[in-house]
C-alpha cells in the first residue's frame, strides 16, 4: 500500500521538467494564430510554389519544372510591367518627403490645421475605383485639367495625360502620390504628438532654427515611422496598384502602363494560364520578401541608433 | 424438374427459374432501354432530357449591353418556359452577366465543375478558348444536325472547330459604320450612297473635315477599338476565311502585304486627321457618343446600336454603310457578320436539357419575340426577315447574301489582339507610331503566344473551317 506522502512523491515534477513546461506555455499561446496563419499564409504560398513549377502537359498529365519562369521571364510585356512598378516606386521618395514635411508644418498648428488636415486626408478615404473613374475624365485629352489650363492661357501645357505613351504612367503616379500622401501624413502626425516638447525648446535655446531643428529632432524621432511607412509604400506599389491602372488605362496605351498584377490578372483570368500566373505571383512574392528583409535590417539599426 | 428449373439450394425467398430469371432481365432492360430507343427514333429532347440531371437548369447570358432589351426578353422567354412546364426535370433560372466578370466568372466556375448549365460567350475564338480548356461541350451528341442546318451556315462556322459544332449562334451582332446624312448633305456629298470604294471613302471624309466636323468619331482607350479596326480593314487582302488561319497555324508569317498591308491605310486616316484628337483618351462607347451627340459624322458601331442612332436621330439623319474597300482580295468588299453564342458546358450534368431550351430559343414566336424586344435577330434561316421593321436592319440584311462574310476578330487567338493589334494601333496614334513597330508588335505578340499556349495552336492546327 501506497502512503499519500508517497503518492505526492510520485507524482510530484521535477524542478528541470517544470521549467520546460513553462518554456512550451509561450508556444502554446501562440499556437492558435500560427495555426491561422499556417491556413490564411503558409498554405496558399505552398499551393502558389507548386502551381508555379507545374503547367498541364499533354495528356491530361502534369509537367515539372521551370517551364513557366522561362516563359514569362522574356516576355517584354514582362519587362514593361516590372519597369513601370520600379517607375512608381520613385513615388515612395516623394510621398514620403511631401508627407513628414505636411505632418510636421500641421504639427506646427499652422492657422486652419484642422482643416487642411481634413482636406489631406480626405483623398485617401475614397474607393480606389472611384478616384480612378474621376481622374480618368478629369486627365482626358478635352477633360476637365486641360480645359482650365486653356482657360488660363496655358494651353501649351496641355497634353493628352493618359492617352500619351510616355506620360500615361506618370499621370497614374502622380495619382497615386495623391490619394497616398494623407495616410503618411495622418501616421507622422500621430507620431509627432508624443514627442516631448521640450526637446524643441531646447534646442531654441540653443540656438538651433527651424531647420536644424526638423533635421535634428523632428526627422530622427520619426525615423522608425518612416522606415514602417516606406517598406509599407513600397510593397503597395508593387503589389497594390491594379485598382488604379485596371481602371484609368488597362494597361495601354500601347502596354505603357501595364504592372505586374495587371499581367498576372490578365493570364490568370483572361488566358486561362494560371500556372503561368503563379510564376509571375512567385517573383511578385520573391520581391516584397526582399523588401521585407531590407525592412527588418533597416529596423535593427534604428534600434541599435535609439540604443 | 430438370436442372434449369430446379430452385437454388438454400434460397427460402419466392422462386424463380431461370428461364422466368432471364425473362424478366430481358423486360427490364427493354423498359431501361426504352427512353434511349425513342430518342433513337427522333422521340424528341424532352424524352432525352428525362435521363439528365434533374433540379434548376442554370443559365448565365449577356447582351444587355450591346442589344438593350435582352435582360426583359430573356427573363419572359424564361418565365414563359418555366410556366408551360416545357423542361418536366425542373425550371430554368438566367442569370445576367457583367461584361467585366463574363468570363473570368464562367472559368472560375468551370474549374470548380460547378456552375452553368448554359453559357453566354462572344463568338468565334473568344468561345473555342474555352472549348479548349475543356470548358464547353460539343452540340453535334445533343442537337440533330437536321436542325443544326437551319442555323445560319456563316454564323455556325464561326465556332464550329475539329469537325463539330460548339457553339450554337443566338444572335448576329453585325458591325458596320453609322454615318450622319446631313452632315454629308452640309459637306456636299450624297447622303444616299455612301462610299464603298477608298479612294471615295478619303474624298468624303476631306469633305467632312472641310465642313467643320470630326469625320470619324471613335474611342481607344478601353482597347476594344483594335478588333475592330482590324476586322474592318485587316482581312480585305484575303481571298477565303481560312487565310485568318494560316498564319495561326504556323502555315505562313503574319506578314507582306496580305496580313499588314491594311496598316498603312489606317495610318493614313491618322495621319491625314480624320479622327478626333482624343482618340486615346476615350472609351469605345465614349467616342461612338460622339455620334450621337452629332460632333463626329462617322462612327464604328454594332448593328442594334446603330438602329438605336437612328430611333434617336431619325432615318433621315442616320444611315448605315459597310467598311469601304481598299484590299485587292476576295474579301476586299465582305459582310462584317458576327454572332454571339450559347454553349452548353461540359461539366453540366443537365446537358440534354441544356440542349432542349437552345432548341427553344430558336423557336420562330421566341426569335421574333428577342428581336421585338432587343433588335437582336437571330441567325436562323427560320428568322423570318418579313419581321424587320427598321431601316438599319432591312438594309444590312439585303447586304448580307450579296457579300462574303467575315469578321477577322472571330479567327485569331485573344492574345495576339490585346498584346499586338491593340497597342500596335494604339502607338499609330502616337506623334512617333510607325507601321514597322506595329507590325513587329503583331508579330512579337504571335511569337509569344506561340510560346505560352502551345495547345492552343495544335487546336488551329486542327481547325477545319466548316465548308
Request: aromatic share 12%; charged share 20%; hydrophobic share 45%.
Amino acid at each position: 500500500m501506497t502512503s499519500p506522502l508517497t503518492a505526492r512523491r510520485a507524482t510530484r515534477i521535477h524542478p528541470g521538467q517544470g521549467a520546460r513546461a513553462r518554456g512550451l506555455i509561450p508556444y502554446l499561446l501562440i499556437a492558435p494564430a500560427a495555426l491561422v496563419l499556417g491556413v490564411v499564409f503558409a498554405y496558399p504560398v505552398a499551393s502558389l510554389v507548386k502551381e508555379s513549377v507545374s503547367s498541364p502537359g499533354l495528356m491530361g498529365g502534369t509537367e515539372h519544372g521551370l517551364q513557366n519562369f522561362a516563359a514569362v521571364l522574356p516576355d517584354p510585356l514582362f519587362h514593361s510591367a516590372v519597369l513601370n512598378n520600379l517607375r512608381l516606386f520613385l513615388a515612395v521618395p516623394v510621398l514620403t518627403v511631401v508627407a513628414v514635411l505636411l505632418a510636421t508644418l500641421l504639427f506646427e498648428r499652422v492657422r486652419g490645421w484642422r482643416f487642411y488636415r481634413s482636406i489631406i486626408f480626405l483623398p485617401y478615404v475614397l474607393a480606389v475605383p472611384v478616384v480612378g473613374i474621376v481622374f480618368s475624365y478629369i486627365l482626358q485629352r478635352n477633360g476637365l485639367l486641360n480645359e482650365v489650363l486653356r482657360n488660363l492661357h496655358l494651353s501649351a501645357l496641355t497634353r493628352d495625360w493618359l492617352g500619351d505613351s510616355g506620360l500615361a504612367i506618370w499621370s497614374v503616379w502622380a495619382v497615386i502620390v495623391w490619394q497616398q500622401l494623407g495616410f503618411g501624413v495622418v501616421l507622422f502626425l500621430a507620431r509627432l504628438s508624443s514627442i516631448d516638447l521640450s526637446l524643441y525648446e531646447a534646442a531654441e535655446l540653443d540656438g538651433a532654427g527651424w531647420w536644424q531643428q526638423f533635421l535634428h529632432i523632428t526627422v530622427p524621432y520619426l525615423a522608425p515611422v518612416i522606415e514602417f511607412f516606406v517598406t509599407l509604400s513600397l510593397i503597395n506599389m508593387l503589389s497594390w496598384v491594379f485598382n488604379y491602372v485596371f481602371v484609368m488605362t488597362g494597361g495601354g496605351p500601347v502596354r505603357s502602363t501595364y504592372v505586374l498584377e495587371l499581367l498576372i490578372y490578365q493570364k490568370a483570368f483572361r488566358d486561362g494560364l494560371p500556372n503561368l500566373a503563379a510564376a509571375l505571383s512567385m517573383l511578385v512574392l520573391a520581391f516584397a520578401v526582399v523588401l521585407l528583409s531590407v525592412q527588418s535590417v533597416l529596423r535593427h539599426r534604428i534600434e541599435r541608433m535609439e540604443g | 424438374m430438370t436442372d434449369s428449373e430446379r430452385p437454388m439450394s438454400g434460397y427460402s425467398g419466392p422462386t424463380m427459374s431461370r428461364r422466368q430469371f432471364l425473362g424478366a432481365s430481358a423486360a427490364l432492360l427493354g423498359v431501361a432501354a426504352a427512353p434511349g430507343l425513342l430518342a433513337a427514333c427522333g422521340g424528341g429532347g424532352s424524352t432525352n432530357a428525362a435521363s439528365d440531371a434533374g433540379g434548376e437548369l442554370l443559365v448565365w447570358y449577356w447582351g444587355e449591353q450591346e442589344a438593350p432589351g435582352m435582360k426583359d426578353f430573356f427573363e419572359g422567354a424564361v418565365d414563359k418556359y418555366n410556366q408551360a412546364g416545357r423542361d418536366k426535370a425542373g425550371d430554368v433560372r438566367a442569370v445576367l452577366q457583367e461584361s467585366d466578370t463574363l468570363y473570368t466568372a464562367f472559368r472560375t466556375a468551370a474549374k470548380a465543375k460547378k456552375g452553368p448549365d448554359v453559357q453566354y460567350l462572344w463568338g468565334g475564338t473568344q468561345a473555342l478558348e474555352d472549348v479548349w480548356m475543356g470548358n464547353i461541350a460539343p452540340l453535334n451528341d445533343l442537337l440533330p444536325q437536321t436542325w443544326l442546318d437551319k442555323v445560319d451556315k456563316d454564323a455556325r462556322r464561326e465556332t464550329f472547330w475539329n469537325g463539330e459544332q460548339w457553339g450554337l449562334p443566338f444572335y448576329e451582332l453585325n458591325t458596320a459604320w453609322a454615318y450622319n446624312k446631313k452632315m454629308f448633305e452640309r459637306a456636299n456629298l450624297d447622303p444616299e450612297n455612301p462610299p464603298q470604294q477608298w479612294d471615295d471613302f478619303i474624298a468624303a471624309l476631306t469633305a467632312l473635315k472641310k465642313s467643320g466636323v470630326v469625320p470619324l468619331g471613335v474611342g481607344f482607350k478601353d482597347a476594344w477599338l483594335g478588333g475592330w479596326l482590324i476586322s474592318y480593314f485587316g482581312a480585305q487582302n484575303f481571298d477565303s476565311v481560312d487565310d485568318a488561319l494560316a498564319p495561326f497555324r504556323g502555315d505562313v508569317e503574319f506578314s507582306g502585304e496580305k496580313y499588314v498591308g491594311w496598316l498603312e491605310p489606317v495610318k493614313e486616316l491618322i495621319d491625314r486627321g480624320f479622327f478626333n484628337d482624343d482618340v486615346l483618351s476615350l472609351d469605345l462607347y465614349q467616342g461612338e457618343q460622339l455620334f450621337e451627340i452629332q460632333k463626329a459624322a462617322i462612327t464604328n458601331s454594332a448593328q442594334p446600336q446603330i438602329v438605336g442612332f437612328q430611333r434617336k436621330l431619325g432615318t433621315d439623319t442616320v444611315g448605315v454603310m459597310l467598311s469601304p474597300a481598299w484590299g485587292q482580295g476576295k474579301l476586299a468588299r465582305f459582310f462584317p457578320g458576327a454572332s454571339q453564342v450559347l454553349t452548353v458546358t461540359s461539366f453540366s450534368p443537365r446537358k440534354d436539357r441544356a440542349a432542349q431550351f437552345l432548341q427553344y430559343l430558336h423557336e420562330p414566336a421566341v426569335m421574333k419575340a428577342m428581336y421585338d424586344a432587343s433588335g437582336a435577330i437571330s441567325p436562323d434561316t427560320r428568322f423570318d426577315l418579313a419581321w424587320l421593321n427598321t431601316d438599319v436592319d432591312k438594309q444590312m440584311a439585303k447586304l448580307k447574301p450579296t457579300l462574303p462574310s467575315i469578321w477577322y476578330q472571330y479567327y485569331y487567338p485573344f492574345p495576339f489582339e490585346r498584346d499586338g493589334v491593340t497597342p500596335g494601333l494604339q502607338q499609330l496614334f502616337q506623334p512617333q507610331g510607325s507601321v514597322k513597330t506595329a507590325v513587329d508588335m503583331m508579330q512579337q505578340a504571335i511569337a509569344t503566344w506561340q510560346r505560352e499556349q502551345p495547345a492552343q495552336v495544335d487546336a488551329y492546327k486542327k481547325w477545319t473551317l466548316l465548308g
